[in-house]
Antibody, heavy 120, light 108 residues
Framework: EVQLVESGGGLVQPGGSLRLSCAASGFTLSDHYMDWVRQAPGKGLEWIGRSRNKANNFITEYAASVKGRVTISRDESRNSLYLHLNSLKTEDTAIYYC???????????WGQGTLVTVSS | SYVLTQPPSVSVAPGKTARISCGGNNIDTKSVHWYQHRPGQAPVVVIYYDYDRPSGIPERFSGSKSGNMATLTISRVVAGDEADYYCQVWDSSSYHWVFGGGTKLTVL
């Protein structure tokens, strides 16, 4: 069964940093483009960034709203995806989802999300 | 940056047809995907590549596109269809995925 499980959320102080993990099972992560998407309270879905697959050298692309503060990385040995976000602001409070792209297109699998709260 | 515009809310009575629009400049040149997002759950794709339906999604869900507008149509609406719906496209000029603002579907 294909599954994505996010972890690492919690309470973080403004100005701090976070590292979220997304553990994949049931498929080989490196074969797929992978994305992070977030949803702030009362808001819609916001794309954060993408890591292309191994065949495309894991090239990353990031949304303008977080560029310069964000890094998406992978650990092939753990079949896991990571999101690093620094200089956190209260506006970064959100549920963070990882998702898999099918054929470098539609997001066909999503995790359940992990909640990050940025507050002092 | 590319913008997708959706109505914030759509209301429909059970058994009727709901239509959710997604407007974007030259959207007819892009592939549109639609997601259903229920509170506390992971989003689920209901239509991809404009009008294809994943296995397991009822035939009541359909997609169409014309000019600067894409539309998700849900026929014979049931209470379980109540959710937020998002359209999505890839903006090749900025190398960004773009989501519409989302539409809350309320079943009366």
């Amino acid at each position: 069964e294909v599954q994505l499980v996010e972890s690492g959320g919690g309470l973080v102080q403004p100005g701090g940093s976070l590292r979220l993990s997304c553990a994949a099972s049931g498929f080989t992560l490196s074969d797929h483009y992978m994305d992070w998407v977030r949803q702030a309270p009362g808001k819609g879905l916001e794309w954060i960034g993408r890591s292309r697959n191994k065949a495309n050298n894991f090239i990353t692309e990031y949304a303008a709203s977080v560029k310069g503060r964000v890094t998406i990385s992978r650990d092939e040995s753990r079949n896991s995806l990571y999101l690093h976000l620094n200089s956190l602001k209260t506006e970064d409070t959100a549920i963070y989802y990882c998702s898999r792209e099918r054929a470098a297109s539609v997001f066909d699998q999503w995790g359940q999300g992990t909640l990050v709260t940025v507050s002092s | 940056s590319y913008v997708l515009t959706q109505p914030p809310s759509v209301s429909v009575a059970p058994g009727k047809t709901a239509r959710i629009s997604c407007g974007g400049n030259n959207i007819d040149t892009k592939s549109v995907h639609w997601y259903q997002h229920r509170p506390g759950q992971a989003p689920v794709v209901v239509i991809y590549y404009d009008y294809d339906r994943p296995s397991g999604i009822p035939e009541r869900f359909s997609g169409s596109k014309s000019g600067n507008m894409a539309t998700l149509t849900i026929s014979r609406v049931v209470a379980g269809d109540e959710a937020d719906y998002y359209c999505q496209v890839w903006d090749s000029s900025s190398y960004h995925w773009v989501f519409g603002g989302g539409t809350k579907l309320t079943v009366l």
